[in-house]
């Protein structure tokens, strides 16, 4: 039976940024560009009228920014997920989408690979936040972040003393293969302590797991 292909919204004030990303998503297969906005209030509107599995959205656009138009989506319930395009100069902005509920970020300059994978990923239901890229965001914004001292929040106090391991190892970026090396578990037993961390911090994914780590200060 053949797959439903991903359904891809471009939201960017750039036509010419639109155009690149429409030409290489509609190369794959298994996704389709199914609109174009370019804002966030219509971004909006559009998703109103058509089923939209990601978008990829601006942080920087007239009328309604990328921040409040994924605040708005996610508030309203819709399955559909956010992969928000970004330069490291917006660093403030990509921290804001993120709480707002953004799945992942990605900068502007990625590889083709990486954004296709990034897309798929997030269609799949995961987060996408590249180890780099998530040291700069969060050396960048962290002095700004509000945290409780390590083990304040009640929340912790759910975990065990290897999902906090994981949860701190998550926090810096390692991918599941490198939290195996580092803990000495089966890849499978990692896959198990992050599902048990997303069903008892009520996070969306692995971007809602990072976020938390710092915000608790565990990995200050």
């Excluded at 797959?3 to 939201?11: E, G, H, K, S």
């Excluded at 990601?54 to 920087?60: A, C, E, K, S, T």
């Excluded at 921040?67 to 559909?80: C, F, K, M, N, W």
């Excluded at 083990?151 to 391991?165: C, H, I, K």
């Amino acid at each position: 039976m053949t797959q439903t292909p991903i359904r891809v919204l471009l939201a960017d004030d750039q036509a010419l940024v639109r155009s690149g990303f429409r030409m290489l998503i509609e190369a794959e297969d298994d996704m389709d560009v199914v609109g174009e906005a370019n804002d966030g209030q219509e971004a909006l509107q559009i998703l109103q009228s058509r089923p939209v599995d990601v978008v990829l959205m601006d942080i920087r656009m007239p009328v309604m920014d990328g921040v409040e138009a994924t605040r708005r989506l996610v508030a309203s319930g819709a399955p559909t997920r956010v992969l928000v395009l970004t330069t490291f100069d917006l660093d403030e902005y990509v921290f804001a989408a993120l709480k707002a509920g953004a799945s992942g970020f990605l900068l502007k300059d990625a590889r083709p690979t990486e954004l296709l994978n990034a897309i798929r990923t997030v269609a799949a239901g995961d987060g996408v936040l590249a180890p780099s890229a998530t040291r700069r965001l969060l050396e960048h914004v962290a002095p700004s972040l509000p945290s409780s001292p390590g083990g304040a929040d009640p929340r912790l106090e759910l975990l065990t003393d290897r999902e906090r391991e994981v949860l701190v190892e998550i926090a810096h970026g390692a991918t599941n293969q490198e939290i195996a090396a580092t803990l000495y578990m089966a890849e499978g037993t990692v896959k198990t302590h992050i599902g048990r961390l997303l069903a008892k911090l009520h996070a969306r994914d692995r971007v809602g797991l990072v976020l938390f780590a710092h915000e608790v200060g565990l990995t200050r």
